[in-house]
């Protein structure tokens, strides 16, 4: 089974709209870390932000923020108010914390924002 | 400033010429990590490092080694280079991941190689 599953291979929305990108996550383990990244057309991965299975509140940096859902195993992305930089593929990501070792990333979202 | 380069950024060879991608961190972390990208199947970790002389298999490890002698530098080798070897590469590094888990464990990544296999 995927670890990581991202079901949206393409995302459009508009300028100053906020958008949300799924990410859901498979794992027996406990304790665990989620985290997204973006790889913007010049390929580099630039990391967003982190969630870690015990936090209570859900992560924010900046326009990002992390709708975690714990009994739903999802950790969805949402941007506010999209800017044309944000035009990128998103990935999520996960590390169980019993095993400790592997990162798991899903396939990413490509998301295009329309002036 | 606190990086991973890798080197080269760019490669075209042929079948069967062994070659190395070099990765180093300045940022003293122990762990490092090696990733293959591919259109449709995001990334997929080719082999990890916890620490010096320490490595393991990731999901795809065939047909490459690696090896960690400094805490910093962590090089992909390829033996025999195939054409299903074409890819983007990444590597990257953090802080050693742990039960607890946290932001210190986020992996940062360096530029990429592109791999072309003919």
């Known amino acids: 089974a995927q670890k990581i599953t991202q079901t949206q291979p393409g995302m459009f929305v508009q300028e100053k709209e906020a958008v949300t990108l799924d990410c859901t996550y498979d794992t027996s383990d406990p304790s665990y870390g989620l985290f997204w990244y973006k790889q913007p057309s010049s390929g580099e991965m630039i990391f967003l932000i982190y969630q870690g299975s015990y936090d209570q509140q859900n992560a924010t940096e900046g326009r990002y923020s992390l709708n975690f859902q714990k009994a739903r195993k999802s950790a969805n992305l949402v941007i506010s108010a999209s800017q044309l930089g944000d035009s990128a593929m998103y990935f999520c990501a996960m590390r169980e914390g019993r095993t400790g070792n592997q990162f798991y990333f899903g396939t990413g979202t490509s998301l295009t924002v329309i002036p | 400033e606190a990086q991973v380069t890798q080197n080269p950024r760019y490669l075209i060879t042929v079948t069967g010429k062994k070659l190395t991608v070099t990765c180093s961190q300045n940022?003293?972390?122990?762990?490092m990590s090696w990733y293959r990208q591919d259109p449709g199947l995001g990334l997929r970790q080719i082999y990890y490092?916890?620490?010096?002389?320490?490595?393991d298999k990731g999901d795809v490890p065939e047909g490459y080694k690696v090896s960690r002698k400094e805490k910093r530098n962590f090089p992909l080798i390829l033996e025999s280079p195939s054409p299903n070897q074409t890819s983007l590469y990444f590597c990257a590094s953090s802080h050693t991941p742990t039960l607890a888990g946290g932001p210190r464990e986020t992996q940062y990544f360096g530029p990429g190689t592109r791999l072309l296999v003919l």
């Open positions: 940022m003293n972390h122990e762990y």
């Open positions: 490092s916890m620490n010096v002389e320490v490595t």
